[in-house]
Structure formats: C-alpha cells, structure tokens
C-alpha cells in the first residue's frame, strides 16, 4: 500500500506533540486523523479502523494502556498496530504498554526517521495479518456456504460454533480456548465436501459402505484445514469430533482426556443439534427430549458427563432466563 492511502491516527492531549506528528507524517503523504483524548479515540477507532494508531500514554479520562487494552480485545479492532508515545527513560510505561498489547513504543522527543521507519513496518505487517485473515475468510464462506446450501442441515455449523464457544465459557474455559472451539464449530464438517451428497441426503440408513464413507469427514476436514495457520490449534478438534468418550467414536477410536477437551465439547453440542434439527426421515426433537437422549448415552460412557452436565445446566439457565 502507498503511504498516501494509509490512515494514521495520533491520539494525544497535547495540541503541539499532534501538530508535530502530523507534519512528519504529511510530508510523507500519509492521511493524519487526531483525537484528543482517550473516548473520542475510542469512537474514531471504530468507525475508521485507522491502518495505525499512534496513542500517548498520559490522558485525561481514559488512558493510552487502557485505550490500547480495548483495541487489542476488539473483535474488528484487534489486528491495528499500536505504537504508544512513551518518555524517553519510561521503562515502566514500556512494560504497562507491553501488557495492554501495544505493539511498540516511541520514545519523545521523536526522531523524524525512526517514526517513518516504525509507521512503515507496522503497517506492512498489519496488511500482512489482513491478508491472511482473509484467507481465514475464504474458508470459512465456504465451510458456512457448504453449511446453508444444504437443505437439511442448514446453518449446523453456525449454531454448534456459538453453542459450543457458549458453553466453552460456561464452563470456565479462556478467551483463546472459547475461540478455537468458535473456529472449530464452523470448520468441523468442512470435510463433507468430498462426501457424496446421494449419501449424505439418503432419507434411509446407511449401509455399511455408505457409512464408512460418510466416517471420512473428520479426516478429510482436517488435511483441507491443515496448511492454514490459524486453523492450527483446531485441528484435533476436527479430526477428533465423532470420538466417543468410551473409546467407541472414529476415526482413532480415542477415549477419556486423551480426546481433547475441545472435541469432547463440540461432539456433545453436535449431536444435540443433530437432534433437535428435521432430518430427511425423522422431525426435530424437543430440546427435552434431545437432553434426555444425551444423558442416558453419557450414562453409557459416549459423552463425557463433565461436559454433558455443564451443558444441561447451560441450557437450564437459558430457559430460566428467557421464561423470567
Ligand atoms: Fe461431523
């Protein structure tokens, strides 16, 4: 990208120091926007998603680290490089910075070519980043589009994704866990791609052939899945969706914790789904009746029951919510 069509924004409460940034940065043919202080960077970060931010430590209101911390959690606002204004000797600032994600630091009084030199990088990187999400993107509108060009299983991913990372954080799991089973949710059945649809839409039950074919998805899935980067952490989660806790799931027939926590999840909010959705030869069950199927195939050792008990009670405090 040429400077001229990257977005700088400078957020500080002193008037000269913006005045100052601003002119290096013009002259170099990049677009300057400024905020002056903390919340009106806030507002300005969301609805122009700068391609930089440069953010001083000391405001008024809310401060540069708890600013940087906000971007750095925003969904949308995440992958913008953040380098903070920092005192010359401020290695507590720098070590606060580090820990509300600030991408790097410029020390006043600024040098002209280092602050070229640090805009320029950052922004190569954050457009690199950008690429690769998209990638991410491409993948994942064909997993959804996979997902809701079929008539019968119509936005099955979608839903165990959210129940799944739903019930990841009632149960205590942490930000990044909670993500990679959002991932896996949309990724896990990416495999049928290669699943012959006269099989997967048969409105009768398979013959052993059929199943068996049917049974590579969780495979296939994870070698279309594996060159992607970011995919990496949700591999055993797709490879290992149809494992059962007592050993008798495909495709390793792995039991107890050696499944990842992860796939001992998803399985259980996959079947749920599958239970409660019409199939070609049966309607949806009612979420009771679904549970109660669930439970007494946990009892039989399928389902972890520290997975299916949690989500019971998920599930309890959704309706309890919803009726009140
Ligand atoms: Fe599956």
Same mark, same amino acid.
């Given at each position: 990208?040429? /400077? *001229?069509?990257?977005?700088?924004?400078? !957020? $500080?409460?002193?008037?000269?120091? @913006?005045? +100052? #940034?601003?002119?290096?940065?013009?002259?170099?043919?990049?677009?300057?926007?400024?905020?002056? /202080? *903390?919340?009106?960077?806030?507002?300005? !970060? $969301?609805?122009?998603?700068?391609? @930089?931010? +440069? #953010?001083?430590?000391?405001?008024?209101?809310?401060?540069?680290?708890?600013?940087?911390?906000?971007?750095?959690?925003?969904?949308?606002?995440?992958?913008?490089?953040?380098?903070?204004?920092?005192? +010359?000797?401020?290695?507590?600032?720098?070590?606060?910075?580090?820990?509300?994600?600030?991408?790097?630091?410029?020390?006043?009084?600024?040098?002209?070519?280092?602050?070229?030199?640090?805009?320029?990088? +950052?922004?190569?990187?954050?457009?690199?980043?950008?690429?690769?999400?998209?990638?991410?993107?491409?993948?994942?509108?064909?997993?959804?589009?996979?997902?809701?060009?079929?008539?019968?299983?119509?936005?099955?991913?979608?839903?165990?994704?959210?129940?799944?990372?739903?019930?990841?954080?009632?149960?205590?799991?942490?930000?990044?866990?909670?993500?990679?089973?959002?991932?896996?949710?949309?990724?896990?059945?990416?495999?049928?791609?290669?699943?012959?649809?006269?099989?997967?839409?048969?409105?009768?039950?398979?013959?052993?052939?059929?199943?068996?074919?049917?049974?590579?998805?969780?495979?296939?899935?994870?070698?279309?899945?594996?060159?992607?980067?970011?995919?990496?952490?949700?591999?055993?989660?797709?490879?290992?969706?149809?494992?059962?806790?007592?050993?008798?799931?495909?495709?390793?027939?792995?039991?107890?914790?050696?499944?990842?926590?992860?796939?001992?999840?998803?399985?259980?909010?996959?079947?749920?789904?599958?239970?409660?959705?019409?199939?070609?030869?049966?309607?949806?069950?009612?979420?009771?009746?679904?549970?109660?199927?669930?439970?007494?195939?946990?009892?039989?050792?399928?389902?972890?029951?520290?997975?299916?008990?949690?989500?019971?009670?998920?599930?309890?405090?959704?309706?309890?919510?919803?009726?009140?």
């Amino acid at each position: 990208m040429e /400077n *001229g069509s990257a977005n700088v924004l400078i !957020v $500080d409460d002193n008037i000269q120091n @913006i005045e +100052l #940034l601003e002119a290096i940065l013009l002259s170099r043919g990049y677009h300057v926007h400024k905020a002056y /202080n *903390g919340e009106d960077a806030l507002k300005m !970060v $969301d609805k122009m998603l700068p391609h @930089i931010i +440069l #953010l001083d430590v000391m405001m008024p209101g809310i401060d540069g680290y708890e600013v940087c911390k906000r971007i750095k959690h925003g969904e949308k606002t995440r992958f913008i490089p953040v380098i903070m204004l920092t005192a +010359l000797n401020g290695l507590d600032d720098k070590i606060k910075g580090i820990e509300a994600g600030a991408d790097d630091f410029l020390a006043k009084p600024f040098q002209k070519p280092e602050l070229i030199a640090r805009v320029k990088s +950052l922004i190569k990187l954050r457009n690199l980043i950008v690429e690769l999400d998209s990638a991410q993107n491409v993948i994942y509108s064909l997993a959804l589009a996979l997902d809701f060009n079929d008539p019968y299983t119509h936005g099955h991913s979608q839903r165990v994704s959210d129940m799944s990372a739903r019930l990841a954080e009632f149960m205590g799991l942490s930000q990044n866990e909670q993500q990679i089973i959002r991932h896996a949710g949309v990724l896990h059945d990416i495999g049928k791609i290669a699943t012959d649809k006269k099989v997967l839409h048969k409105p009768a039950s398979l013959d052993k052939i059929e199943y068996n074919h049917v049974k590579e998805h969780p495979v296939i899935g994870e070698k279309i899945c594996s060159p992607l980067n970011f995919a990496k952490p949700v591999l055993p989660i797709i490879r290992w969706h149809h494992e059962h806790f007592n050993g008798s799931g495909y495709p390793d027939g792995l039991a107890g914790s050696n499944i990842p926590l992860g796939a001992r999840i998803l399985s259980v909010v996959d079947v749920y789904d599958a239970l409660t959705s019409a199939r070609p030869y049966r309607q949806g069950l009612l979420p009771d009746k679904a549970l109660e199927i669930i439970n007494t195939e946990a009892c039989k050792g399928y389902w972890d029951a520290n997975v299916v008990k949690p989500f019971i009670d998920m599930l309890k405090t959704d309706s309890a919510s919803s009726n009140a």
